[in-house]
């Protein structure tokens, strides 16, 4: 069996192969059938219905941590839950036929040498303990027999993989090349052309600045405006803090007093014994004076150390009673757990904590003013909610709900008055000036939830739709706008004219003197430098050409420009030295997936793959 079949590393990595096969789609012809228990068949490779409902769950549980809720039906087919969960069983079925024709398989001596191998199997000792594999199965949800098939395909999958990608690395000619590219070193001279200031540019002609806002009409375009009246339920504004009593939080503290309470735990240890005869044994060698360490070793066990733990977490009610009720670094008696016969022994106590009243105050006032003011919140909404549908206005469901009413004016979907004020006190902004604008005219506007809790009931007011303004209306903003324009178009032009005259012969030092600049020079610059007075753009031209290359660009400053020269360009003696081991290895790991990718291609076309659309559907149904 080849390297790569060992361990939760190969489920990790046959896992991620599964999710590179979705960029090849399903190009198979799809064919219907009646439901049954296989929704897809790849040679003589099936793959039943409960296989997909667990594959299609755990995509849904994907989605929805993205989502940060339970994702619906719509939205798992708009990110092609579907497919992606057929591709990986397609992509799997496929490697489980290849590997059937290959006569790929694994002897019991493997998968035994492969099970003991895994650490989550190991006890305190470092040794594998079927114990500790049973109750890390069962945690899991799992059963021993479909871990072990899931475990002996994996392995299988592994070995036909790691035959066309074990030991394949980058080329040393690729590194080279890296390497030549990255590390390659250069020292520029450059100078920084200051803008002239905008204040100081003549003014433009009447047909200029009108040319010019003809050019940027869309820039100084009015926006919709949109006026609108809202009342907010949030607990800023329905707070209920200073009305909670001293008698509530005493209340409070004694009905939840277990909210308050740390409760005793215990450092266990525990042997399983695989009989009721040899765990007896072992109790009557502890009661003569023997360590449960030495029943255990006389028993072909060993002591599994349970870690510091509560009563709840042994899981069992017949365990939690004997550790807890069990005197310190004193085995007891022979107790029946859910593998076998058990020993336990309590190495430390940490007892039970109870915070005191005067130290958790605070945090019960918290708790009951949210409480009332969410509650509040509440009356308040369903109170607006009935009122405004049965036709009165917001200013009546306002009163009756006893809160205010609020205007905002006409602002633009950014909340900005035609003034250039931004109106900041709108609360949920985002959200309810999105509504707001998304709203028809005299229609009605759903409340806006946000912050969990908290609404707004926004109405619609006047609305002033957009409109493009006059130059008149805009003419001191257009003007400076036309300035700060020509200033930096003026500065671009001087650098390309400088340059031009350095590159016809003039020298970079000559130039510079001639204009009053002063020439700074940048040494052994790389390709990832960074250096803020060059930018991006400097870096870019830089390395855009030979030695002796002579550019004008934009600095990195608004408004600035440089011109620079590369006096000097040194390569690596050994390129190969600047790639870092880490770079190396992840390309090889890219080469490899290309090579996975391309394999597992070529195995499709082989293999006649078949879909039971009836059964899908209903699958995912099931699911749902």
Same mark, same amino acid.
Do not use: C, H
């Given at each position: 069996m080849r390297r790569g079949a060992s361990g939760w590393v190969a489920k990790f990595f046959l896992g991620a192969l599964a999710l590179s096969f979705v960029v090849w789609g399903i190009t198979d012809v799809l064919h219907t059938r009646g439901a049954g228990t296989t929704v897809l068949e790849a040679g003589d490779v099936r793959v039943t219905v409960a296989e997909y409902q667990q594959a299609y769950q755990q995509a849904m549980n994907r989605l929805? @941590?993205?989502?940060?809720?339970?994702?619906?039906?719509?939205?798992?087919?708009?990110?092609?839950?579907?497919?992606?969960?057929?591709?990986?069983?397609?992509?799997?079925?496929?490697?489980?036929?290849?590997?059937?024709?290959?006569?790929?398989?694994?002897?019991?001596?493997?998968?035994?040498?492969?099970? @003991?191998q895994q650490e989550a199997f190991h006890d305190g000792s470092g040794q594998f303990s079927r114990d500790v594999m049973r109750a890390v199965l069962a945690n899991a949800g799992l059963n021993e027999a479909a871990y072990l098939a899931d475990l002996r395909r994996t392995a299988v999958r592994s070995q036909l993989i790691g035959s066309v990608t074990d030991d394949v690395t980058i080329p040393a000619a690729f590194v080279d090349a890296l390497g030549a590219y990255n590390g390659e070193r250069r020292t520029i001279q450059y100078v920084v052309l200051q803008p002239q200031p905008a204040d100081s540019?003549?003014?433009?002609?009447?047909?200029?600045?009108?040319?010019?806002?003809?050019? @940027?009409?869309?820039?100084?375009?009015?926006?919709?405006?949109?006026?609108?009246?809202y009342v907010a339920l949030t607990r800023a504004t329905m707070a209920e803090t200073d009305k909670v009593t001293d008698e509530e939080i005493t209340r409070y503290y004694e009905a939840n007093r277990a909210e308050f309470t740390t409760p005793e735990r215990r450092a266990v240890q525990q042997v399983?014994?695989?009989?009721?005869?040899?765990?007896?044994?072992?109790?009557?060698?502890?009661?003569?004076g023997a360590s449960l360490a030495d029943a255990a070793m006389a028993a072909g066990?060993?002591?599994?150390?349970?870690?510091?733990?509560?009563?709840?977490?042994?899981?069992?009610?017949?365990?939690?009673?004997?550790a807890f009720s069990a005197q310190p670094n004193v085995p007891t008696a022979v107790v029946d757990g859910p593998f076998g016969p058990v020993i336990l022994e309590v190495t430390s106590v940490q007892p039970e904590v109870v915070r005191p009243l005067d130290a958790v105050r605070t945090e019960i006032r918290d708790t009951l003013a949210k409480s009332a003011t969410n509650a509040r919140i509440t009356n308040a909404y369903n109170t607006l909610t009935e009122a405004l549908q049965s036709g009165a206005p917001l200013a009546e469901a306002a009163q009756q709900a006893g809160v205010t009413v609020e205007t905002v004016p006409a602002v633009s979907r950014e909340g900005v008055t035609p003034t250039g004020e931004?109106?900041?006190?709108?609360?949920?902004?985002? @959200?309810?000036?999105?509504?707001?604008?998304?709203?028809?005219?005299?229609?009605d506007i759903a409340p806006v939830n946000f912050d969990g809790n908290s609404y707004v009931f926004p109405v619609l007011g006047e609305i002033t739709p957009a409109r493009d303004r006059k130059?008149?209306?805009?003419?001191?903003?257009?003007l400076a706008d036309w300035k700060q324009d020509e200033a930096v178009q003026m500065v671009i032009d001087r650098g390309r004219a400088l340059a031009d005259r350095v590159q016809k012969g003039q020298s970079f030092q000559d130039m510079a003197e001639v204009e009053g600049l002063t020439p700074q020079t940048a040494p052994g610059l790389t390709r990832s430098t960074a250096v803020?007075?060059?930018?991006?753009?400097?870096?870019?031209?830089?390395?855009?050409?030979?030695?002796? #290359?002579?550019?004008?660009?934009?600095?990195?400053?608004?408004?600035?420009? #440089?011109?620079?020269?590369?006096?000097?360009?040194?390569?690596?003696?050994?390129?190969?030295?600047?790639?870092?081991?880490?770079?190396?290895d992840g390309l090889s790991q890219a080469l490899r997936g290309d090579l996975e990718q391309s394999f597992i291609t070529e195995l499709q076309s082989g293999i006649d793959v078949s879909y039971n659309q009836a059964a899908i559907q209903q699958a995912k149904v099931g699911v749902r």
């Open positions: 929805g @941590q993205q989502l940060q809720r339970r994702p619906t039906a719509e939205q798992a087919a708009m990110f092609g839950v579907d497919q992606t969960v057929l591709a990986q069983l397609r992509a799997g079925a496929v490697v489980d036929q290849a590997a059937e024709r290959a006569g790929l398989g694994v002897s019991d001596v493997g998968m035994i040498s492969l099970i @003991q540019i003549a003014d433009p002609s009447e047909e200029e600045l009108a040319s010019y806002f003809t050019e @940027q009409t869309d820039t100084y375009r009015a926006p919709e405006y949109r006026a609108f009246t399983v014994f695989p009989d009721r005869a040899a765990a007896d044994a072992a109790e009557t060698a502890i009661r003569n066990r060993q002591v599994a150390d349970l870690g510091t733990i509560g009563r709840a977490e042994l899981g069992n009610g017949a365990l939690g009673d004997a931004s109106i900041e006190t709108i609360p949920g902004k985002a @959200q309810v000036l999105a509504a707001v604008f998304g709203a028809e005219e005299g229609g130059l008149e209306e805009v003419r001191d903003r257009v803020p007075v060059l930018g991006e753009a400097g870096m870019r031209a830089a390395f855009s050409g030979p030695q002796g #290359l002579v550019a004008s660009t934009p600095a990195r400053e608004s408004g600035e420009a #440089l011109v620079l020269q590369v006096s000097e360009v040194a390569p690596l003696a050994d390129p190969a030295s600047v790639v870092a081991q880490t770079t190396k």
